[in-house]
């Protein structure tokens, strides 16, 4: 089997040659019994005691070190290390912390340090495949100071080797476009994991769970397409832990685990209400222990994963307070400022708002610049916007019934319909062209009026607004006899509030208004104006049209035909004219289309 890494130039690494030096390596004689895993770390109370339980894989063989006063150091012989090394979220009663690391080649060291001395016993599990380490409830003596300790457990001194570069932060390398060539026949898949780790230089940890056997060929893929094409087929999966790839069954990665975080350097409380939601860790999976100061976490192994990772870079010691300009681009910086006195209260009624950049200026520390930076990337996005397309028609009443629409009941076109919020009109989404196609035959057919098309763009949540009308002056007068001219406004207006949902619909609240003048002004008399409105709100596909109608309008226009002179004399006149009052009926009717605009570079 081969595996290459290859960037403008194919460079070849032979896997054959990797697992012949690995073989010219391994101990001579197969009596030698393969080295169990450590596989975790638990802390629990039983039996009036505090049991510190030590799980492996197969039996286990032990020493205990005398190595700082207060420290239970176990030394797990024959043993590697298959969990993430460091200290473990483990503290009660008189157990302060619990560190594990893998101490030699094959030596897996736990500490467990004491607050208090006390005697303690150890023994083996039945099938001795775990160390039980018995630790009195009660405290006895006086606290031993705490001891700084590194985050790693300290290594003994090592032979002098070739200098190797440091495992490179797992993200870094899913995200490496650096490209690979495959080819392998028969191969055991923690090989090739492990192969893959080699040419990736990441830290990778395979569950006992991990095996079978895989052939496959690729050329020029990156890491992460080879690791997804070499665990997918295979019901496996992967998990990004602090620098390091956790790899186990899928089924294993989605099932729930409980974990507990010690907090040093804030408040449980703070750290569950600040900054879990950041990471999306909802509220319902989390117990906070105020008596240890820690929480209680129930929640997949990639989630666990998160919540250390954001703990090791938020909890800690308190820091020098740091300011920071931060433009917004689309949230207006008030409003922005409103959401985050619910993140955090105490920098928020600090902070500045620059109205003229549409920025802000805090004080916070870094872990609350962590939060900050959350929130900013989360809302501070563009909005989606609406192309709103309307054609307002004025029809009379008997065209109307000769469409086949019976607004107020059924329809023969093949529709959803709606009743709107008075009822004189009507709301139907059209998923037939039929009624738009008579519409736009009635408006060549000179049959209706064309009153507007317009096309207005509007932000996602924002309104739309036309009107189509006539503005009407008239004279009135005030009690001290001063003149002053008011203006109605009369005619057909629209106005639109679009929101579009994440699965590509567009809710419209509508309201159209059509007013018209019922008497004319007179001197110092206002004209009348009748109105008829509606409010309606549907959800439709992008594009999708939507029809309202049933907004009449009654006109009566009135002519006079005389003859001249002999019309107008007093009482005589009306044998020489005639008068006759036309009464007219006729409906306005809009159809909205709602088109989502892409946003820009999609």
């Given at each position: 089997?081969?595996?290459?890494?290859?960037?403008?130039?194919?460079?070849?690494?032979?896997?054959?040659l990797?697992?012949?030096?690995?073989?010219?390596?391994?101990?001579?004689?197969?009596?030698?019994?393969?080295?169990?895993?450590?596989?975790?770390?638990a802390?629990?109370?039983?039996?009036?005691?505090?049991?510190?339980?030590?799980?492996?894989t197969?039996?286990?063989?032990?020493q205990?070190?005398?190595?700082?006063?207060?420290?239970?150091?176990?030394?797990?012989?024959?043993?590697?290390?298959?969990?993430?090394?460091?200290?473990?979220?483990?503290?009660?009663?008189?157990?302060?912390?619990?560190?594990?690391?893998?101490?030699?080649?094959?030596?897996?060291?736990?500490?467990?340090?004491?607050?208090?001395?006390?005697?303690?016993?150890?023994?083996?599990?039945?099938?001795?495949?775990?160390?039980?380490v018995?630790?009195?409830?009660?405290?006895?003596?006086?606290?031993?100071?705490?001891?700084?300790?590194?985050?790693?457990?300290?290594?003994?001194?090592?032979?002098?080797?070739?200098?190797?570069?440091?495992?490179?932060?797992?993200?870094?390398?899913?995200?490496?476009q650096?490209?690979?060539?495959?080819?392998?026949?028969?191969?055991?898949?923690?090989?090739?994991?492990?192969?893959?780790?080699?040419?990736?230089?990441?830290?990778?940890?395979?569950?006992?769970?991990?095996?079978?056997?895989?052939?496959?060929?690729?050329?020029?893929?990156?890491?992460?397409?080879?690791?997804?094409?070499?665990l997918?087929?295979?019901?496996?999966?992967?998990?990004?832990?602090?620098?390091?790839?956790?790899?186990?069954?899928?089924?294993?990665?989605?099932?729930?685990?409980?974990?507990?975080?010690?907090?040093?350097?804030?408040?449980?409380?703070?750290?569950?209400?600040?900054?879990?939601p950041?990471?999306?860790?909802?509220?319902?999976?989390?117990?906070?222990?105020?008596?240890?100061?820690?929480?209680?976490?129930?929640?997949?192994?990639?989630?666990?994963?998160?919540?250390?990772?954001?703990?090791?870079?938020?909890?800690?010691?308190?820091?020098?307070?740091?300011t920071?300009?931060?433009?917004?681009?689309?949230?207006?910086?008030?409003?922005?400022?409103?959401?985050?006195?619910?993140?955090?209260?105490?920098?928020?009624?600090?902070?500045?708002?620059?109205?003229?950049?549409?920025?802000?200026?805090?004080t916070?520390?870094?872990?609350?610049?962590?939060?900050?930076?959350?929130m900013?990337?989360?809302?501070?996005?563009?909005?989606p916007?609406?192309?709103?397309?309307?054609?307002?028609?004025?029809?009379?009443?008997?065209?109307?019934?000769?469409?086949?629409?019976?607004?107020?009941t059924?329809?023969?076109?093949?529709?959803?319909?709606?009743?709107?919020?008075?009822?004189?009109?009507?709301?139907?989404?059209?998923?037939s062209?039929?009624?738009?196609?008579?519409?736009?035959?009635?408006?060549?057919?000179?049959?209706?009026?064309?009153?507007?098309?317009?096309?207005?763009?509007v932000?996602?949540?924002?309104?739309?607004?036309?009107?189509?009308?006539?503005?009407?002056?008239?004279?009135?007068v005030?009690?001290?006899?001063?003149?002053?001219?008011?203006?109605?406004?009369?005619?057909?207006?629209l106005?639109?509030?679009p929101?579009?949902?994440?699965?590509?619909f567009?809710?419209?609240?509508?309201?159209?208004?059509?007013?018209?003048?019922?008497?004319?002004?007179?001197?110092?008399?206002?004209?009348?104006?009748?109105?008829?409105?509606?409010?309606?709100?549907?959800?439709?596909r992008?594009?999708?049209?939507?029809?309202?109608?049933?907004?009449?309008?009654?006109?009566?226009?009135?002519?006079?035909?005389?003859?001249?002179?002999?019309?107008d004399?007093?009482?005589l006149?009306?044998?020489?004219?005639?008068?006759?009052?036309?009464?007219?009926?006729?409906?306005?009717?809009?159809?909205?289309?709602?088109?989502?605009?892409?946003?820009?570079?999609?």
């Amino acid at each position: 089997m081969m595996i290459v890494p290859s960037r403008d130039s194919a460079r070849s690494i032979s896997a054959g040659l990797m697992l012949m030096l690995a073989f010219a390596a391994w101990p001579v004689g197969q009596a030698r019994a393969a080295p169990v895993k450590v596989t975790g770390v638990a802390l629990k109370e039983a039996a009036n005691e505090l049991q510190v339980s030590i799980v492996a894989t197969g039996p286990v063989r032990y020493q205990t070190r005398d190595v700082q006063p207060g420290w239970i150091v176990v030394d797990v012989e024959s043993a590697q290390l298959g969990m993430p090394s460091g200290q473990l979220p483990l503290a009660r009663g008189l157990v302060r912390r619990v560190r594990v690391g893998q101490f030699m080649t094959n030596v897996v060291r736990v500490v467990v340090e004491l607050s208090h001395p006390a005697s303690w016993r150890l023994s083996t599990s039945p099938d001795s495949a775990a160390i039980l380490v018995g630790i009195p409830i009660q405290a006895k003596g006086r606290p031993i100071p705490a001891v700084a300790v590194p985050a790693q457990l300290p290594l003994p001194p090592a032979a002098p080797s070739a200098t190797q570069p440091a495992p490179a932060a797992a993200a870094g390398a899913l995200s490496d476009q650096t490209l690979i060539n495959l080819d392998l026949r028969n191969a055991e898949i923690s090989d090739v994991i492990s192969a893959l780790a080699k040419t990736a230089n990441i830290n990778v940890v395979t569950d006992s769970d991990v095996r079978g056997r895989v052939t496959i060929r690729l050329i020029n893929v990156t890491f992460e397409d080879a690791l997804r094409l070499v665990l997918e087929p295979n019901g496996l999966g992967y998990a990004t832990v602090g620098p390091n790839l956790l790899i186990m069954r899928k089924d294993k990665l989605a099932r729930p685990v409980l974990r507990q975080y010690q907090v040093a350097n804030m408040s449980a409380d703070v750290f569950q209400t600040t900054y879990l939601p950041v990471i999306q860790i909802k509220k319902d999976q989390v117990v906070v222990d105020t008596a240890t100061n820690s929480i209680l976490v129930v929640g997949t192994v990639e989630e666990q994963g998160k919540i250390a990772d954001l703990l090791s870079r938020v909890d800690l010691p308190i820091e020098k307070a740091t300011t920071r300009v931060v433009h917004l681009n689309y949230v207006d910086a008030a409003a922005f400022i409103d959401l985050l006195s619910t993140r955090l209260p105490d920098s928020a009624k600090a902070a500045k708002v620059d109205k003229a950049s549409n920025s802000i200026v805090l004080t916070a520390s870094a872990a609350q610049l962590e939060v900050l930076d959350a929130m900013v990337k989360q809302i501070d996005t563009p909005l989606p916007q609406v192309l709103v397309e309307a054609m307002v028609l004025e029809v009379p009443t008997q065209v109307t019934h000769n469409l086949g629409v019976a607004w107020q009941t059924s329809t023969p076109f093949t529709m959803n319909f709606t009743g709107g919020s008075y009822p004189c009109c009507a709301v139907v989404t059209i998923t037939s062209p039929a009624l738009l196609t008579s519409l736009n035959t009635l408006v060549q057919e000179n049959k209706s009026r064309l009153l507007a098309n317009p096309r207005l763009a509007v932000r996602d949540g924002e309104t739309a607004k036309m009107n189509i009308g006539d503005k009407i002056p008239f004279q009135v007068v005030n009690a001290q006899g001063v003149p002053s001219v008011v203006i109605i406004e009369a005619g057909v207006q629209l106005e639109v509030t679009p929101r579009v949902t994440s699965d590509g619909f567009v809710t419209l609240k509508m309201h159209p208004e059509v007013s018209t003048i019922k008497t004319p002004p007179g001197p110092n008399v206002p004209p009348t104006i009748a109105t008829r409105e509606a409010d309606s709100s549907l959800t439709v596909r992008d594009g999708t049209p939507i029809v309202l109608a049933g907004l009449i309008q009654k006109n009566e226009i009135n002519s006079t035909v005389k003859v001249p002179l002999l019309g107008d004399i007093p009482i005589l006149g009306f044998l020489f004219k005639s008068v006759s009052t036309d009464n007219t009926q006729n409906e306005v009717i809009f159809v909205i289309t709602p088109h989502i605009l892409q946003k820009a570079g999609s």
